[in-house]
């Protein structure tokens, strides 16, 4: 009778492991915990942008925080998001433009 007990639980810790397994790459594969990480990375992308742009810097070279700057919706989107004063109307749709605001680091 032990022993019977014994397969038992080792069934359900074997379907354990594999529900275990299972979770974890449905969790992965939808991004669920890199998703912090690749936001990050496109606000940075698009501070990058403003950084490049002619328009957030004035003819003296000084730092335009009131320019606008024509962005993707994307772009518009991770900028409003990131915090910061780079949005441009304040309305939550993006409208493919982001001010310059504080200079990125």
């Given at each position: 009778?032990?022993?019977?007990?014994?397969?038992?639980?080792?069934?359900?810790?074997?379907?354990?492991?594999?529900?275990?397994?299972?979770?974890?790459?449905?969790?992965?594969?939808?991004?669920?915990?890199?998703?912090?990480?690749?936001?990050?990375t496109a606000y940075?992308?698009?501070?990058?942008?403003?950084?490049?742009?002619?328009?957030?810097?004035?003819?003296?070279?000084?730092?335009?925080?009131?320019?606008?700057?024509?962005?993707?919706?994307?772009?518009?989107?991770?900028?409003?998001?990131?915090?910061?004063?780079?949005?441009?109307?304040?309305?939550?749709?993006?409208?493919?433009?982001?001010?310059?605001?504080?200079?990125?680091?």
């Amino acid at each position: 009778m032990e022993k019977k007990g014994q397969g038992m639980f080792e069934y359900i810790l074997l379907l354990a492991g594999i529900l275990l397994i299972v979770v974890l790459a449905i969790v992965l594969l939808r991004g669920g915990i890199f998703q912090s990480a690749s936001t990050e990375t496109a606000y940075q992308g698009c501070l990058a942008v403003l950084t490049r742009s002619g328009a957030c810097y004035d003819t003296d070279g000084s730092w335009l925080s009131s320019g606008s700057v024509s962005v993707s919706a994307d772009c518009d989107v991770a900028l409003t998001a990131g915090g910061g004063n780079h949005d441009n109307g304040g309305a939550s749709e993006p409208d493919g433009t982001a001010l310059c605001g504080d200079k990125p680091a």
